[in-house]
């Protein structure tokens, strides 16, 4: 299986500023035929169940933000939030969907500080 | 508009079994997998398994073998999953999700979760 890491746990950010969160695969997700790494990011709020932001490690879904950007190839990962919102306090999961069984990392809890 | 909409909150004692229901509208329900991922209280996201709605074909997760069945109703547009043989730490808000693709992949539109709990 494909252990995924996430850091920090959680990180307290002021309004406006930026946040970093990063994820470690422990095998690469980059398919070589074409070129894309099998990396997704979910954001959950209390309550609720996930949403996703970001799919291909890069690829915004419609109607995300784009203050919400991914990047990263093989196995190292990064979620930047570039001016945080009250909005956008939650937990973040990274996921691969390379090979089965999808594995989650353990998530970044994201507050004001 | 595509929904997931979950059946409702069940209460199992241990050695029971539980269906959850995913009713799925405002798409082509056999156009897409369909994953189940849970949530054990205050943890983090565990991907279960994942079923075609084309082919009724399946992927589990190895801890949950021999436990658990995935299953697509196409006349209703509904996925099932049941899980067998209930212990105390399979409590836990199980939520549906539709993959963007025919395999296991990303999740866009998930279902609202379903809270089983497991106690005697």
């Known amino acids: 299986d494909i252990v995924m890491t996430q850091s920090p746990d959680s990180l307290a950010v002021s309004l406006g500023e930026r946040a970093t969160i990063n994820c470690k695969s422990s095998q690469s997700v980059l398919y070589s035929s074409n070129n894309k790494n099998y990396l997704t990011w979910y954001q959950q709020k209390p309550g609720q169940p996930p949403k996703l932001l970001i799919y291909w490690a890069s690829a915004r879904e419609s109607g995300v933000p784009d203050r919400f950007s991914g990047s990263g190839s093989g196995t190292d990962f990064t979620l930047t939030i570039s001016s945080l919102q009250a909005e956008d306090v939650a937990v973040y999961y990274c996921?691969?969907?390379?090979?089965?069984?999808?594995?989650f990392g353990g998530g970044t809890k994201v507050e004001i500080k | 508009q595509v929904q997931l909409v979950q059946s409702g909150a069940e209460v199992k004692k241990p050695g029971a079994s539980v269906k959850v229901s995913c009713k799925a509208s405002?798409?082509?329900?056999?156009?897409?997998?369909i994953s189940w991922v849970r949530q054990a209280p205050g943890q983090g996201l565990e991907w279960m398994g994942w079923i075609s709605a084309y082919n009724g074909n399946t992927n589990y997760a190895q801890k949950l073998q021999g436990r658990v069945t995935m299953t697509t109703d196409t006349s209703t547009s509904t996925a099932y999953m049941e899980l067998r043989s209930l212990r105390s730490d399979d409590t836990a808000v199980y939520y549906c999700?539709?993959?963007?693709?025919?395999?296991?992949?990303?999740?866009?539109?998930w279902g609202q979760g379903t809270l089983v709990t497991v106690s005697s």
């Open positions: 999700a539709r993959d963007m693709r025919l395999v296991p992949a990303t999740s866009n539109f």
């Open positions: 405002g798409y082509t329900f056999t156009s897409y997998g």
């Open positions: 996921q691969q969907y390379y090979s089965t069984p999808l594995t």
